[in-house]
C-alpha cells in the first residue's frame, strides 16, 4: 500500500531538489527552523502542547508580520509578498 501511495505522488508531483544533501533546495526553510529554534524554542520552558502551540503561533506572527528581514529589503515577509503581488491584485 505504502509503495502504491509513493507511485502516486512520483506521477502527481515533482520533486523539487536537484540532489542528495543539497543544502540550497531547502535554505528559507532551513533559515527560518533555524530562527524559530534559537530565539522560541530554546529559549523557553513550555508549560503543555496548548503553551507550546500558543507561543509558537505568537512567535509565527512576529516572524511574519513584525519583524524586518534584511533579505527582504527590511520588509516583512508579508509586505514582500503583498508587495510582490500584481496590482490589480492588490485592490480586490
Not at 60 to 68: H, S
Amino acid at each position: 500500500m505504502v509503495k502504491q501511495f509513493s507511485q502516486r505522488l512520483i506521477r502527481c508531483f515533482q520533486i523539487s531538489m536537484d540532489g542528495k544533501g543539497r543544502w540550497v533546495d531547502n535554505v528559507m526553510v532551513e533559515r527560518l527552523w533555524r530562527s524559530v529554534k534559537y530565539k522560541e524554542v530554546y529559549l523557553k520552558a513550555y508549560s503543555c502542547v496548548t503553551d507550546a502551540k500558543k507561543q509558537l503561533s505568537a512567535y509565527f506572527e512576529f516572524y511574519n508580520l513584525k519583524r524586518p528581514h534584511s533579505s527582504l529589503a527590511k520588509m516583512t515577509p508579508n509586505e514582500f509578498y503583498y508587495d510582490q503581488l500584481p496590482q490589480q491584485n492588490k485592490v480586490a
